[in-house]
């Protein structure tokens, strides 16, 4: 049981979502202009779609290298809303499978290119939610590349978990100072951000 001063900070934490673990990995500065900033926070296109990935996602779990998941055989559900007062934590998961495997969080992303490592932490959020969930350990997460239609496997390791949760006292320092952070060092990452009009020191 907790006792007062537990309960008063965990009430105290500022609320983050799994996306702003993704966001802060690609740059630093998206989350800052999101939280700090007046700027009205967008809801991604990705969570209106979904339900109709379904006969899609029916054929991917038929390829052999997917087996060993027993993904055909557990159960799925979409648009999974997840939250966890201890970790001042929220998000709504694309899909969660449940197979005699264990737990899957799977994360829709719809854009060409390969996933980086900033999915590979929204991913180990989202393990972080389902465990407490649900009491389980997660190990392995996935990213469904819609365009292609393919799968890649994400080992959701000790480790990453351990620096998602990191990232989110970094991030929650962030806030608390108001300092913009420095940019992203990957300056292609600027050409197509909504937010460049605020960044005159890149460019
Ligand atoms: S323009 Fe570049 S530095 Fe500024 S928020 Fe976007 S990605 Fe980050």
Redesign the pocket.
């Known amino acids: 049981m907790l006792d007062t001063d537990e309960t008063t900070a965990l009430d105290n934490l500022i609320p983050l979502r799994v996306t702003d673990l993704k966001e802060y990995e ?2 630093p ?2 989350v800052f ?1 999101n939280t700090v900033m007046p700027v009205e926070r967008k809801t991604t296109l990705k969570m209106e779609r979904g339900k109709d990935e379904e006969f899609r996602l029916d054929a991917l779990e038929k390829r052999r290298s997917l087996k060993r998941y027993e993904l055909a055989s557990g159960k799925r559900s979409f648009h999974v809303w997840l939250e966890s007062k201890r970790l001042g934590l929220t998000g709504k998961l694309d899909l969660l499978i449940s197979s005699p495997r264990g737990y899957f969080p799977v994360d829709f992303k719809y854009s060409q290119s390969r996933p980086h490592r900033n999915y590979a932490f929204q991913l180990a959020g989202y393990a972080l939610l389902v465990e407490e969930a649900f009491g389980a350990k997660v190990e392995t997460g996935f990213i469904y590349l819609l365009p292609a239609q393919e799968v890649v496997a994400v080992e959701v390791t000790p480790r990453l978990k351990e620096e998602a949760v990191e990232r989110l006292a970094a991030i929650r320092d962030m806030i608390k100072d108001g300092i913009l952070p420095p ?2 060092p990957f300056r292609n ?2 050409e197509d ?1 909504e ?2 009009n ?2 005159g020191d ?1 460019f």
């Open positions: 690609y740059c500065r998206v202009y940019p992203t990452r600027c951000c937010f460049r605020y960044c890149v």
